[in-house]
Nanobody
């Protein structure tokens, strides 16, 4: 059983900062990439940032220069969010692309989501 557990969401004023963490656990051979997605009410889920096992990163245009994704270790990822705007309000989901065993196929896993609200 693979689990992704997010933490760090909450309420912050515009211009403030938050740090989201995601920890993967369970039977995992290797994680090839981790990322953060978000979904606002009535909107589709969208990519926020992603990072490969080699450290390459990709960001949505809307968060470039404000958000930073990193991997603390092979199974954890952190999203540092600065200069937050009301339009960043959404449920943020952690994602991992991984293999459970050396012979298994790549699989996609999701966390349960954490609410980020930016409001004065």
């Amino acid at each position: 059983q693979v689990q992704l557990v997010e933490s760090g969401g909450g309420l912050v004023q515009p211009g403030g900062s938050l740090r989201l963490s995601c920890a993967a656990s369970g039977i995992i051979f290797s994680i090839y990439g981790m990322g953060w997605y978000r979904q606002a009410p009535g909107e589709q889920r969208e990519l926020v940032a992603e990072i490969t096992s080699g450290g390459a990163t990709n960001y949505a245009d809307s968060v470039k220069g404000r958000f930073t994704i990193s991997r603390d270790n092979a199974k954890n990822t952190v999203l540092r969010m600065n200069s937050l705007k009301p339009e960043d309000t959404a449920v943020y989901y952690c994602n991992a692309v991984l293999k459970k065993t050396i012979t298994s196929s790549l699989q996609n896993y999701w966390g349960q989501g954490t609410q980020v609200t930016v409001s004065s």
